[in-house]
């Protein structure tokens, strides 16, 4: 018998730079502006070896795992981006719906 696998690194979809989010624990709200490979300690995004760099406010940055993330969507139910047409940000959001569970995808308060 096999053991059953979580969800492998090959099937991760990268939140692409310039998407809105919400940290679903402490409420923070910003864009994610990259990732940074973390050497040490236990929470890492599915690929085993980032964080996400999530911009608060200049010149506030704060790393963070896909777990600890809502991604924020607009009236359209289409991802929130910076600088990012309709087209774009509507195959991002196909994107992300196929790995993340629908209640991660909010719209803003």
Partial sequence: MKPVQSRTTTAWVR???GTK???RHE??????????EIVS?????PDGKTQYRMNIGAPDRQ???????????????LVIMLRQKAPYRRAVTQSLHSVLAPDRFVKPA
Avoid: A, Q, W, Y
Avoid at 41 to 45: L, Y
Avoid at 63 to 77: A, F, P, Q, R, W
């Fill in 15 to 17: 939140i692409p730079d």
């Fill in 21 to 23: 989010v919400k940290h």
């Fill in 27 to 36: 409420g923070h709200v910003g864009f994610i502006d990259g990732l940074t």
């Fill in 41 to 45: 300690g236990p929470n890492r995004n």
């Fill in 63 to 77: 790393l963070v795992t896909e777990g600890d993330l809502s991604i924020l969507i607009d009236d359209e139910d």
